[in-house]
């Protein structure tokens, strides 16, 4: 929320305005509400040094706090208990009002009292909870050391008295000093000024009624044109009937005119009455529009919002779908026709989970549920889709929930992206990295993950095989005949090897010419034989020169292994070329068994 901007006082005159005119509140104060020789009744001056600390900048603060205690200095001497109370009353003045300026300065941010709900009651707890309480021990303690009045009947009446008016006029006189009026007059239509004169002409005529007319106590009969005006002007008419009611009624009541006077006790008694009925009537509307803002500015910032998903939903090449917590879709945005090959309308009413693999679908569920569970995270899970015709496409889709005023989740919106060509080109990627780029064998790694899944599968009684080969005397090939020769010899090895193994079996290049080749649920007996059969494959020489003008033969080395389901894959590799190392120093062109 944006803060409200604090009025600037560089004037030297600003102070001695503060000054009069807490001067003259105060003295106001004491000369009508002072009924019983010891504190004021009535006492607004405090809230006009609120409002001017709440709405100004600190830097004005100690010229507009000196200010004010001179002029309660004064107030207090000429009309109130007199010299010998003028300077400590003085002081307990400014330190309720800077009570209330520091702790709503401390816990209201944007700095705006009225307005909004919790702003306002951090004012009535700063108020009445925390500065009065303290203020109105000390006040209570100087008024009964000089007057007749005793500390209990002063603390009620300073606690009272300085409460009702702070609570009745600090408000009001914050939207003043912070220009509200100003701006309603000069930003309200027409149409509504004059809705708002003839709503407070009428309710003048009945607070009229209601203390000089009625002859039945009817103090409940403005509260319904109060709500009324607060509904229909806002803060600025709410607080302009307050107004109204306190001039109208509190002149009735001080006359000893209107349904107030039937309470027993003092003028004081029922002055204190009436400003407890005037507070809760302010606070009554102030809560009211209160709301009311929130509620407005909810308003705007959902229509912003709302026009703001609409461009991009309807402008965007992703999918955009609004999704129930029941998984239904409410909304699908027109791009759905051209990504997933549906039309929007078609959608609206089906399950989402009808756009996915059936393969996908547990795990997309389970994306959906986890984002209505936590609200403030988004959420991404790949699927393949099912609507858009021939294979399935893999698509990717971010899930965010949507929340209700509760902050309960309330549906999910969910943006679906093609990612078809990104898994292809993945796809492409994972095939270079698991294969030997000149021989098409599976490379090191590949080959020794699928190693580690077979000793896993040995474990639970699988029996499997592990077969080592190193082509025989290859360094002489390359030294005779050249590397792009070797090259050409590698690559026909492993054409010859493939036909002689099962779909089941993998081949890998371990590196230069050196292979593994995992035999799948074979024993050692049928693995022997399988590396026999691979042996003779090899007899034929191996072309290398152009057109075949020149050909190799080719034996291979090899040491087979039954693989152990206790063991690691590093002992495996081990055994078996300790098994190839002795092939070699045999003659090659053999088969060695680990032993």
Not at 255 to 283: H, K
Request: net charge positive.
């Amino acid at each position: 929320m944006q803060r409200s901007a604090l009025r600037h006082s560089s004037s030297i005159f600003a102070p001695v305005v503060t000054g009069s005119v807490y001067f003259i509140v105060a003295t106001m104060a004491l000369l009508i509400s002072r009924f019983e020789g010891g504190l004021a009744f009535i006492w607004g001056a405090n809230a006009f040094l609120m409002a001017e600390l709440l709405t100004s900048r600190t830097r004005y603060w100690p010229r507009a706090i000196m200010a004010c205690a001179i002029a309660s200095t004064l107030a207090t001497a000429l009309f109130g208990m007199g010299p010998l109370a003028a300077i400590p009353m003085a002081a307990i003045n400014v330190v309720e009002s800077l009570i209330v300026a520091i702790i709503c300065r401390r816990f209201v941010p944007d700095r705006r009292i009225i307005g909004a709900i919790r702003p306002l009651v951090v004012f009535i707890i700063a108020l009445c909870g925390v500065a009065n309480v303290v203020a109105g021990v000390m006040a209570a303690a100087v008024a009964s050391f000089i007057t007749s009045v005793p500390f209990g009947a002063s603390w009620l009446q300073w606690y009272s008295g300085h409460v009702l008016g702070g609570l009745t006029f600090a408000p009001i006189l914050i939207l003043l000093l912070q220009g509200e009026c100003g701006r309603w007059l000069r930003d309200t239509p027409k149409r509504v000024k004059v809705e708002a004169i003839v709503l407070l002409a009428l309710f003048t005529l009945a607070i009229v009624h209601v203390f000089f007319w009625a002859s039945y106590p009817l103090l409940f009969a403005p509260l319904l044109p109060l709500v009324l005006i607060a509904f229909r002007t806002g803060q600025v008419g709410a607080a302009a009937s307050i107004i109204i009611l306190a001039v109208v009624g509190g002149a009735a009541t001080v006359q000893g005119l209107g349904p107030l006077n039937l309470v027993p006790g003092t003028v004081g008694a029922r002055v204190q009455y009436f400003q407890f009925y005037i507070a809760l009537s302010f606070l009554l509307s102030m809560l009211i529009t209160a709301e009311l803002n929130s509620r407005r500015r909810l308003f705007l910032m959902l229509h912003d919002s709302e026009a703001r998903y609409r461009a991009i939903a309807e402008h965007s090449g992703d999918v955009v779908l609004n999704i129930g917590v029941d998984g239904i879709i409410r909304y699908a945005s027109p791009s759905a026709a051209e990504q997933i090959g549906c039309a929007p309308d078609l959608l609206i009413g089906q399950s989402a989970a009808h756009l996915v693999d059936p393969k996908d679908r547990r795990i997309v569920i389970a994306t959906h549920r986890r984002a209505l569970a936590n609200p403030g995270v988004s959420h991404t899970v790949e699927f393949r889709s099912l609507l858009s015709g021939g294979d399935p496409q893999w698509c990717e889709m971010v899930s965010r929930a949507v929340v209700d005023e509760r902050g309960v989740a309330s549906g999910v919106v969910s943006m679906i992206r093609d990612m078809s060509r990104h898994k292809a080109r993945q796809q492409a990627l994972q095939d270079v990295a698991s294969h030997d780029s000149l021989t098409g064998a599976d490379s090191r790694g590949a080959f020794l993950e699928k190693l580690e899944a077979e000793i896993l599968r040995a474990r639970h009684g699988a029996r499997s095989c592990l077969l080592l080969i190193d082509i025989d005397h290859f360094k002489a090939v390359n030294d005779r005949y050249g590397h792009g020769a070797g090259d050409r010899v590698l690559s026909a090895f492993v054409e010859r090897l493939r036909p002689g193994l099962r779909g089941i079996d993998s081949i890998g290049r371990l590196g230069g010419e050196e292979f593994a080749i995992l035999l799948v649920d074979s024993d050692i007996d049928r693995a022997s034989m399988i590396c026999e059969r691979l042996r003779a494959r090899m007899v034929a020489p191996i072309p290398v020169g152009e057109a075949g003008s020149e050909a190799i033969s080719v034996t291979f080395s090899a040491g087979l292994v039954r693989l152990d389901g206790g063991s690691t894959r590093s002992a495996m590799l081990e055994a078996a070329d300790k098994a190839l190392y002795r092939a070699k120093h045999s003659g090659r062109n053999c088969l060695r068994l680990a032993a």
